[in-house]
């Protein structure tokens, strides 16, 4: 799944949710159970993912949703192999978003 958000400092939990297609609920159980994830909160309480927030749920996302891990094994997964792992997924990211701008390139010829 390639998941696209416009550049931003700062994304609703709306908006993220929608991006993943996944409940604002999933979003917020991830943030108790991932240490990674933390959104900061505006005064009224309203959750403002960073990129970097959006970084870790794609990874977690992908281990979670697509990879069939558990939430423990994706937590040990993200402790013990994080570096090696979040290179390795970051480059498949990147290709599949150069996937998506050819396709749409070609599609425009």
């Known amino acids: ?26 979003l917020r159980f991830w943030e108790k159970e991932f240490d990674v994830l933390k959104p900061k909160k505006n005064a009224k309480g309203n959750r403002k993912f960073t990129p ?6 794609k990874f977690i996302y992908h281990l979670v949703k697509e990879r069939g891990f558990t939430l423990e094994g994706a937590k040990t997964h993200l402790k013990e192999e994080k570096k090696q792992s979040m290179t390795t997924f970051e480059i498949i ?11 749409k390139i070609k599609s425009q010829l």
Do not use: C, W
């Open 52 to 57: 970097e927030d959006i970084k870790n749920l």
């Open 1 to 26: 799944m390639h998941i696209e958000l416009p550049e931003k400092r700062y994304y609703g939990i709306g908006e993220v949710a929608k991006a993943f297609e996944v409940n604002t609920s999933l």
């Open 93 to 103: 990211n990147k290709l599949e978003g150069i996937k998506a701008q050819l396709v």
